[in-house]
């Protein structure tokens, strides 16, 4: 309980923090796009003494640049007297992932002098190094009437430009760097207790979500710029592959733990197929892109990849849901909610939406809350687990004690077995505890008086069956007879009033105790009667 409430401090820190950096702009700080002209070079070779001759250039009439993929060069031209573009603003080219953009501003009548920003160039090289954003600061001396911008980019060219003083630059720069590392932070808590789950049970489900959570962080900080700002700053080739790389790759890790999170080879044979062939040729993707000049092509296959596996997932996950499987509330609440907000993402990329700040940024925001929901449906998987965790106890004490063998004294022989084994039946009958599907061997240990050790002992030495078996003798034999005096209750309702945590669990134990399954058991009942 401790950790939840530590947890839910650090998110109501973290919405606070959105609150911050969602709130109005500061009077200092505004979006200047519409201020500017454009000109397109689709030849990319035009020569920027040429570029000024141009007679044709077109007004932005939009408060965003809309080119989205292009191969063209884009120039832009600004008045120097505007006020937007006073001396010692600073211009913010609000894309992170853009590849080039150079700044000629007139120094004086004949001379141009030239600034670079951009992730093709090493960020120690940047005009501004300390910038979020490829960024300009407006020089003091200007001695012409327009200043011109040369954009170039295999990612989107879609997004606004805006213009702000220091301080609100230097403001800005404060808040958004609390807000990443404190996403980080949350990411990295989800990230070990996924990795604390693996290595405790050995569930290979839990290996790929810590996958998933690695791989789709390294993305987002790659697509939003923060990776290369801290991680690989002067790693250019790599940032310009490593957001199409994370993203591909986490489609594999992502899949493969819906695939063991759902069963889907049990519930549904041809979906589980798709996930898996698509998860395979999205991992063959990832050494493509690493050969390949552009990276435009895989970004598309990712993207609808990710359109096409929402409604793939969510649908087959209601489908499991409906049929008892109540333990992945969680799963199609917090997924759900991350992929639906996602789309929006998308079509952006897509070039489908216009650019907002809250439809770029709202996956980022949404991502550790997936995280955070996930995180209640994985502790109600570890709750499952404790059947299994008293299992394997019970099998190590059992061959810890075998008649066969050396082995250590028994736990047994200061205990009267006979009273001890009549008082836990005693309890078993009378309370019934097995109907709460809780119970384990530690709390069954507790109400009559022994240890775990011995309750296991006890129950192998006496009885020849595991505390599994034996509980479920119980959970069984009440089944039976709710099956038979209440016709009218359905199996998954009667699963639960027994202490079974799904329909199929419930299903699979009876048919195993019984050679039939509990509704040819009510059949045959009622045939009977």
Request: aromatic residues 16%; hydrophobic residues 45%.
């Amino acid at each position: 309980m401790r950790a939840m409430k530590k947890i839910s401090w650090i998110f109501f820190l973290f919405l606070m923090m959105t609150g911050i950096s969602c709130a109005p702009d500061h009077p200092g700080d505004y979006n200047v796009t519409n201020f500017f002209e454009f000109f397109l070079d689709s030849s990319t070779e035009i020569p920027f003494e040429e570029i000024q001759k141009q007679k044709s250039w077109k007004q932005i009439s939009k408060a965003q640049l809309s080119f989205n993929f292009t191969s063209d060069v884009i120039w832009l031209r600004g008045k120097t007297d505007a006020a937007g573009f006073s001396p010692d603003r600073i211009l913010s080219l609000e894309w992170k992932a853009l590849d080039s953009a150079v700044l000629y501003y007139p120094v004086s009548r004949k001379e141009f002098k030239t600034f670079e920003t951009g992730d093709t160039i090493p960020k120690s090289k940047w005009t501004l190094p300390e910038a979020l954003y490829p960024s300009f600061k407006i020089p003091k001396q200007s001695e012409g009437s327009y200043f011109y911008i040369r954009l170039q980019s295999k990612s989107l060219i879609s997004f606004p430009i805006r213009s702000m003083e220091e301080k609100s630059f230097n403001k800005r720069m404060i808040v958004e760097t609390a807000i990443t590392w404190l996403i980080l932070g949350i990411c990295a808590v989800m990230f070990v207790f996924a990795l604390f789950y693996y290595f405790a049970f050995g569930l290979s489900e839990f290996f790929f979500y810590a996958g998933y959570v690695v791989c789709t962080v390294l993305w987002y900080n790659g697509q939003y710029g923060n990776a290369y700002d801290v991680l690989w700053p002067e790693s250019t080739w790599w940032q310009n592959k490593a957001i199409i790389v994370f993203a591909t790759l986490g489609i594999p890790f992502s899949f493969q733990f819906v695939r063991m999170f759902l069963n889907t080879k049990l519930h549904n044979p041809w979906i589980d197929k798709i996930l898996l062939i698509i998860g395979i040729v999205a991992l063959l993707c990832v050494p493509a892109i690493l050969i390949s000049y552009t990276t435009k092509i895989f970004s598309r296959i990712a993207t609808y990849i990710y359109l096409f596996s929402i409604p793939l997932i969510l649908g087959t996950g209601l489908q499991i849901y409906f049929k008892g499987e109540k333990r992945i509330l969680f799963f199609l609440i917090s997924w759900g909610s991350y992929f639906i907000i996602s789309y929006n993402t998308m079509f952006y990329f897509l070039g489908i939406l216009p650019y907002s700040t809250p439809l770029l940024y709202s996956a980022v925001f949404i991502f550790p809350i997936d995280l955070f929901f996930l995180l209640f449906n994985l502790l109600q998987k570890y709750e499952k687990l404790e059947g299994e965790r008293n299992e394997i106890l019970h099998r190590i004490v059992t061959l810890s004690n075998a008649s066969n063998a050396r082995y250590v004294k028994s736990k047994l022989n200061s205990i009267n077995t006979e009273e001890s084994l009549a008082k836990l039946e005693s309890w078993m009958r009378e309370t019934k505890p097995f109907l709460d599907e809780k119970l384990d061997l530690e709390i069954a240990s507790h109400a009559v008086g022994l240890t775990v050790q011995q309750t296991s002992e006890l129950l192998n030495s006496k009885l020849g069956v595991s505390f599994r078996s034996y509980l479920n003798s119980f959970r069984i034999a009440e089944a039976k007879k709710i099956l038979k005096e209440k016709p009218d209750m359905s199996i998954l309702s009667i699963a639960y009033a027994t202490g079974f945590g799904s329909k199929t669990a419930f299903n699979v134990e009876f048919k195993k105790t019984t050679g039939i399954s509990p509704l040819q058991y009510r059949q045959s009942s009622d045939a009977k009667g």
